[in-house]
């Protein structure tokens, strides 16, 4: 389980650097989103250490899901606020270019977390054990991964500028 894993997060790391590369061709562009799925990541995996300790079952095979979730959408909610912030650079300081960006994308990032979290956390009625585990642990990770992505991104947005884009 653990080569898998580690084969599943190599390749998914790579995958994301590659698209955010194509995207963006910019790599302080690239690097804001790895940054917070990073942090994302590490602090979701520490919050299902705390809850094991404390009793709650986790899969053996749940740390393969978190990889593949938390890279996945952690990219598709920095890209959504990066693509708005360099539309509002246009328009705005940078300063205030973070402000708009994230005061216009933050209810649709929200809103689609909470549909995610809302289906993963109904997985808590399966029958499967397995199944009961997982929903509501990766549910946890989709929270942490927007609390990430409305926090640190803006903030790595604010520290950027314009040099993001270079």
């Known amino acids: 389980i653990q080569d898998g894993t580690d084969r599943t997060t190599m390749v998914t790391i790579l995958l994301v650097v590659v698209v955010l590369l194509a995207i963006y061709r910019a790599p302080l562009a690239a690097l804001a989103p790895l940054?917070?799925?990073?942090a994302a990541f590490l602090v979701a995996r520490g919050v299902l250490g705390f809850l094991a300790q404390g009793?709650?079952?986790l899969s053996s095979?749940?740390?393969?899901?978190i990889v593949v979730l938390v890279f996945g959408v952690g990219t598709d909610y920095t890209?959504?606020?990066i693509s708005r912030f360099r539309e509002e650079l246009g328009r705005h300081g940078h300063e205030d270019a973070v402000?708009?960006?994230v005061g216009r994308i933050s209810a649709v990032i929200t809103a689609s977390a909470a549909t995610v979290i809302v289906?993963?956390?109904?997985m808590v009625a399966a029958r499967f054990g397995?199944?009961?585990t997982t929903g509501p642990a990766?549910?946890?990770v989709i929270f942490i991964t927007l609390l990430a992505g409305l926090t640190l991104t803006p903030s790595l947005l604010a520290i950027f500028g314009r040099r993001l884009f270079w």
């Open 138 to 140: 990766l549910a946890i």
């Open 119 to 122: 289906g993963l956390t109904s």
């Open 55 to 57: 009793g709650w079952q």
């Open 35 to 38: 940054m917070t799925i990073g």
């Open 99 to 101: 402000r708009v960006t």
């Open 61 to 65: 095979v749940l740390d393969s899901f």
């Open 130 to 132: 397995m199944i009961q």
């Open 79 to 81: 890209i959504f606020l």
